[in-house]
């Protein structure tokens, strides 16, 4: 599926330094999405101690990432 990304997304990735792979893995096989009913999925993947939390909608044939960053843990799990 094809990856956009919103400007908000592109400077906190940069400012974070995530790389666009690592975001791209978590998209693709998350350890843990958290689906929401405003339509901004969640999407979690643990690298190393951390983990990966991507926030995601989904519109028509792609996902667009609205932000990205790293927690801890996860609040949740499925």
Sequence with gaps: MKVEF???AEV??????????????TLSVPHFVHYQSNGRDQ???KFNKLYLKVVARKAKDKLIVITVHWVAKVPYKE
């Design 6 to 8: 919103t400007n908000h």
């Design 12 to 25: 906190k990735r940069s400012q974070r330094k995530i790389r666009k792979d690592l975001i791209q893995k």
């Design 43 to 45: 999407y979690f993947r």
